[in-house]
């Protein structure tokens, strides 16, 4: 016999869960479950990456509502001057990272350095920012599939709907697992692209690369070239750094050193979205590339280099569409991790700081797949009308990290050398090149902010008005689940707390819906107590209160039952007046409810069941003096039988009342099968004989 208490504790038989997501972690096995830089690229990295597959394409759209494809040249600088930025920004981040080895981001900065309404609106920000990564990526993958296969347009909701429970799926196996999962597409797009880029600058350099056929330059208004369209189309090519703050947020997944680790995996991030974003660009320009509505700015590109329907370019469109649904991937990476810190803070529920069996964030990441669907269905995946929420609360959480930075630079700057200041996450210390990281920050923060303004004015009409209301919301919201969070600690608080420990008279009421091996259980256990005690049913039916009122008598046999007529067959108003009553009656009693409840062994037997004492013990708590215990009858299959158990309490009054009512139901039987027959009961002598 096995005496290891882990093979004790294994279930006999897999269940859903374990099937589906694995089976569970013990805790001590946390500090395992981290990754690697190479992992940990392709988990934080999936949605800066996949951005490549577009922003050039949204500069360039933006570029050709001038009318001519002359200023589409325009579009080089413009890259460039956003990878400057991005250069900025991930330097930024790379000392959020080492400042702030704990990780959470935009967040945790906000908040040590900007207070607590900055650290809000981050987080939310960020959060919303999130919501909208799944959808617009997961549509964005759905859009490229329906190109490919047109008769599938029909499903576009429900593909996308499905296409995001399978990631969430993965993701609730841990981040271990995920990671692997993700990392081959992530990977497979970026060496297809550093491959088509490297084959299309060949052909350029040889002067064999020829030109975009079979699409046309077509515009509907020709606007003039003015400084604003070059900011709209700079704000717009910006959706690069999409995904940018990622890795600062989850700098606790990563293996020891962390902080290095996270870093240096950002400065690949970056590296890599620099090269592709420049290089599609550049080539893009020079294969003279349009704007469509039928062909992307990519399969322009792969198929000018490879040739129509080579296989390299499949590979390329194939490649492309993964990462653009991998993308939502950084979203459920990040999301759960971010809202378990709100919610250890008291900004939202508690449950999301649980870990489930996987050892991940597993309400956190239900709920951002919740959220995401909800939105893909309203937006009937739709990424047209995605993109205009998209992007807008990046920048804002872009500008609210970096500004916090400059505040934190500029508090190692007041110390003296060797001075420390200790903080509620960091202890600082003073650093003679504090003045050089707040100039990075103060830049990156002030062009975040041009960009996010940009974005607002630009996109205001076409959907981020929602946004802009959104996160105000809230950051309400979330104020006011802290102020709940808040009262009911005070409320617990025992300081200053004046309470006499006595004890009162304790009235014990018995909740009967019928007299069964569940009544007996609850009668049992209300003797048990010693205090004074009393059954009350609500007759809502008169034949079944009949019907109860004798099975009382002949199974319990006192006259402790109190019938309620109920005619307009209520349940909870005559229970709660009933109750009310005895508390004004009895000023300082306690008033015990005690009320039965079958307890199936699966969700879906228990669901066949009234269920009715959760409903009445939510409705029964909110009095004071109140009392309720629930008194469980578990219902149980036999695994081997398929015969159903009752495991009743098992004191020696059960049994015998038990034994006692199946003995009278044996004799009632026995006497009806008798009279059946016209012959006497057994155990008594037929007259004349």
């Known amino acids: 016999m096995s005496t290891d208490p882990d093979a004790q504790n294994e279930p006999k038989r897999p269940n859903i869960s374990s099937l589906l997501i694995g089976r569970p972690l013990e805790t001590r096995t946390l500090a395992h479950q981290v990754i690697s830089k190479k992992v940990g690229l392709a988990v934080f990295a999936s949605d ?17 509502l001038t009318g001519t494809m002359a200023h589409l040249g325009l579009s080089i600088p413009i890259a460039i001057a956003i990878s400057v930025l991005l250069i900025i920004v991930t330097i930024s981040y790379r000392q959020t990272i080492f400042a702030y080895p704990n990780g959470g981001g935009a967040y945790i900065v906000a908040r040590e350095n900007l207070g607590e309404t900055a650290a809000l609106v981050a987080g939310s920000a960020l959060l919303t920012d999130y919501v909208l990564t799944v959808a617009v990526s997961v549509s964005s993958g759905v859009a490229q599939i329906i190109s ?18 399978l990631v969430t799926m993965i993701n609730l196996r841990g981040v271990k697992e995920s990671g692997t999962v993700f990392a081959i597409p992530t990977y497979f797009f970026v060496v297809m692209m550093f491959l088509t880029l490297a084959f299309g600058f060949f052909r350029w350099a040889t002067g064999t690369l020829g030109t975009v056929t079979g699409v046309e330059f077509t515009t509907e208004t020709a606007a003039p070239l003015t400084l604003f369209l070059i900011l709209r189309a700079f704000s717009s090519g910006s959706t690069a750094l999409t995904g940018i703050e990622a890795i600062s947020n989850g700098i606790t997944a990563f293996r020891e050193p962390k902080s290095r680790n996270a870093a240096a995996t950002l400065t690949a991030m970056s590296t890599l979205l620099v090269l592709l974003f420049l290089g599609i660009t550049f080539l893009s320009r020079h294969i003279e590339a349009i704007p469509s509505h039928e062909e992307t700015i990519i399969s322009q590109l792969a198929r000018t280099v490879y040739g129509d329907g080579s296989i390299l370019y499949l590979f390329v469109i194939a490649g492309t569409a993964l990462i653009l649904l991998m993308a939502a991937n950084t979203s459920y990476a990040d999301f759960p991790r971010l809202a378990a810190l709100q919610a250890a803070d008291g900004f939202l529920p508690r449950q999301l700081t649980y870990r489930g069996g996987r050892l991940v964030f597993s309400w956190g990441i239900m709920t951002l797949a919740l959220a995401a669907s909800v939105l893909v269905i309203l937006m009937r995946a739709s990424t047209t009308a995605l993109i205009p929420l998209y992007a807008i609360g990046v920048f804002l959480s872009f500008t609210l990290s970096q500004g916090g930075m400059v ?9 003296k050398p060797g001075e420390k200041l200790k903080g509620s996450e960091v202890e600082l210390e003073y650093e003679p090149t504090w003045r050089t990281h707040m100039i990075i920050s103060a830049v990156g923060a002030t062009l975040t902010f041009i960009v996010m303004i940009i974005f607002a004015v630009t996109k205001f009409t076409s959907g981020a008005w929602v946004v802009i209301i959104l996160i105000p919301t809230l950051v309400f919201i979330f104020s006011r689940i802290h102020r709940h969070y808040k009262d009911v600690a005070q409320a617990l608080s025992l300081e200053n707390a004046r309470y006499q420990i006595r004890t ?17 259980q609850m009668v049992n256990f209300a003797k048990s107590l010693g205090s004074p005690w009393r059954a009350i049913h609500v007759g809502v039916n008169p034949e079944k209160s009949q019907r109860t009122q004798d099975k009382w008598d002949q199974y319990v046999g006192d006259d402790r039952l109190v019938i309620i007529p109920s005619p307009y067959r209520h349940l909870m108003a005559p229970i709660r007046e009933y109750v009310m009553n005895l508390l004004r009656e009895n000023p300082t009693a306690i008033v015990h409810i005690v009320m039965g409840h079958l307890a199936m062994d699966s969700v879906f037997t228990q669901a066949l069941h009234q269920n009715s004492s959760l409903i009445l013990n939510l409705g029964l708590t909110g009095l004071e003096r109140v009392v309720v215990t629930i008194v469980p009858l578990q219902v149980r299959h036999d695994e081997e ?7 009743v309490m098992t004191g020696n009054d059960l049994r015998r009342a038990r034994q006692e009512w199946e003995a009278k139901e044996r004799q009632q039987a026995d006497a009806k099968r008798a009279e059946k027959s016209h012959r006497p009961p057994p155990g008594k002598k037929a007259s004349g004989l």
């Open 641 to 647: 039988g398929g015969e159903v158990n009752l495991n």
């Open 407 to 415: 505040v934190h630079f500029r508090k190692i700057g007041r110390l």
């Open 148 to 165: 490919a296969f047109p008769n599938l347009a029909d499903w576009r909701v429900p593909m996308a709907v499905v296409i995001i429970g």
């Open 48 to 64: 800066a990456i996949s951005s490549t597959a577009y922003a050039t394409e949204e500069i360039l759209v933006i570029l050709a």
């Open 504 to 520: 009162d008279e304790v009235i014990t009421l018995l909740l009967v819906d019928g007299v069964h091996m569940g009544t007996l």
